[in-house]
Structure formats: C-alpha cells, structure tokens
C-alpha cells in the first residue's frame, strides 16, 4: 500500500509564508494527480487546490493569488507553496493522489495523514 507523507506544516505569522510537500512511499512509476484539502476547526474539508500532471491548475477562491500548487512528475511530489497566510487558512492540510501506478499496480484515492498548519493574528 503507498503512503502519503505531507510535511511542511507550522506556526506562521499572519503574512508570513509556508510550503507543504507531499510524498508517495513505495515503488512507483507516476501519478495522476496532486489535491491538497484542508480541514480547519470544526469545520468540513475542503478542497484547497488541484494540478494534474500535465500542469492544469484550480485553486478556491479563497487562496486564489496567494497560494501556488505544483508538481514533481519525476520526483512524484507535489507542493503547495502558501504565501501572504491568514489566520482563517488555519487548518489540518492534506494531500490526496486521484490515482498512483506502482510496481504492485494500481491505487486510487490515497491520502495522507495531514500536517497542522497555524496562522496567528
């Protein structure tokens, strides 16, 4: 089974800026895709941003401008650089993988275990 691993989470100042990384463990021969959600307190995941690996990008209008999604097609990583944060982007972050060819075939919709990220005022 492939494991997602995001790292990259912390305590910021408002304004200040983080990036989050996404890893697959295991064998693997590519991904599909990189989501990354988050969960703030008390509240419902949501969907943050999107890249395929042709480089399409979606973002939420809330992170619009602010946050950049990227992805590692060799490396199969993805990233979520977050600048300018804000104490309402505070939240669990997570990383999701649509689809994942490995030596031990196909997996589909893996997630990894989220990486607190804090924004103070």
């Known amino acids: 089974q492939v494991h997602l691993v995001e790292s990259g989470g912390g305590l910021v100042q408002a304004g200040g800026s983080l990036t989050l990384s996404c890893a697959a463990s295991?064998?693997?021969?590519?991904?599909?895709?990189v989501d990354w959600y988050r969960q703030p307190p008390g509240k419902q995941r949501e969907l943050v941003a999107q890249?395929?690996?042709?480089?399409?990008?979606v973002y939420a209008d809330s992170v619009k401008g602010r946050f950049t999604v990227s992805i590692d097609n060799a490396k199969h990583m993805g990233y979520l650089q977050m600048n300018n944060l804000k104490p309402e982007d505070t939240a669990v972050y997570y990383c999701n993988v649509p689809l994942i060819a490995t030596n031990r075939g196909v997996e589909y919709d893996s997630w990894g275990q989220g990486t607190q990220v804090t924004v103070s005022s």
């Open positions: 890249i395929n690996r042709g480089g399409s990008t």
């Open positions: 295991g064998i693997i021969f590519s991904i599909n895709a």
